[in-house]
């Protein structure tokens, strides 16, 4: 069984940072792929940033980004990959979203933002951002 909780998530206004984190906890195998997904007012969930590790392909770690979070939001898991973090700069209103922590097996690139790839969730923590 995995575990995701997160929590860093706050109210900061537009050009501000925050840093969320995800304790994660069970099988490893998963939760090879962990991902930070985000749901606005009114929005479908969307997938932000994403890193997974242990394909034969890849090595080390590899990471993904939306392209509407690229050069400003960094995704980084500590040396046992037990806790994820997102830093987040530049903050712009449009960031205002319910941030949610993700994780599952190993996949390909196609799926790694993709909601419905993942079965083991977070709560989610708010991120409000004012203008």
């Known amino acids: 069984q995995v575990k995701l909780v997160e929590s860093g998530g706050g109210s900061v206004q537009s050009g501000g940072s925050l840093r969320l984190s995800c304790a994660a906890s069970g099988n490893a195998v998963s939760r090879a792929c962990m991902a930070w997904f985000r749901q606005g007012p009114g929005k479908e969930r969307e997938g932000v940033a994403v890193?997974?590790?242990?394909?034969?392909?890849?090595?080390?770690?590899?990471?993904h980004y939306a392209d509407s979070v690229k050069g400003r939001f960094t995704a980084s898991l500590d040396s046992a990959g037990n806790t994820m973090y997102l830093q987040m700069n530049n903050l712009e209103p449009d960031d205002t979203a319910m941030y949610y922590c993700?994780?599952?097996?190993?996949?390909?690139?196609?799926?790694?933002?993709?909601?419905?790839?993942?079965?083991?969730w977070g709560q989610g923590t708010q991120v409000t951002v004012s203008s």
């Open positions: 890193i997974c590790e242990g394909g034969r392909s890849e090595r080390g770690r590899s990471s």
């Open positions: 993700a994780a599952d097996v190993y996949m390909g690139p196609p799926f790694r933002l993709v909601a419905i790839s993942y079965n083991h």
